[in-house]
């Protein structure tokens, strides 16, 4: 499988020419022109990492950063920004928002491929990623992206997978429902916490034991419950 890269850029003879060279560099490329688009197709497909252009119509390249950070599923998703000259104060800060590197235009395209092949081998190794957390019968994968339950496989949406892995993370300790909004669905987001007592009863339906594992705590959130 070619690793995915998606570019968000809203200059088309930048996209189509990082984009040509990416793809002979062997990468699975998509170009979004701009960040709302890009934000949509990463929640529901995640790609290996994201080039990220700063100055974009609508949502800026900060912005959309700084929502990806927030969510579980995208903390760690390497980024580039692409940054053009003059724009120093807002590298600095691009950095500070989480970007993980940074190119000034104009670049060559082959120093771009370098820099997008550094990015993924210092990635790599990721022994201190969390892989797998246990809750009793409950094993869920980060890396696979997978819950089993008795050794057998639940489905769950991204939201449920994220908002299961928020509370797996916390057991034992009460988490508040804005602070469950922040994580799982950013910042930003306007959908109020009946969204979230949805989700949870989705989680509860698809794994029973979390009907008495998982406390609701009125008008404050809830507690995922130390195993017995
Ligand atoms: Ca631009």
Redesign the pocket.
Known sequence: MPKKIYIV???KDIADIVRHYLKNAGYAVENFDDGENALRRIRVSAPDMLLL????PGMDGLELCRLLRSEPQTKKLPIIM?T?KGEETDKIVGLEMGADDYITKPFSPKELVARVKALFRRNEPDVDKVKKVQYGKLLLDTEAHAVLLNQKEVILTAKEFALLEYLMLRKGRLVSRDNILDAVWGMDYYGGNRTIDVHIRHLREKIPLLKSALTTIKSFGYKLKEEK
């Open positions: 850029e809203d200059e252009d700063l100055m974009l692409l053009a």
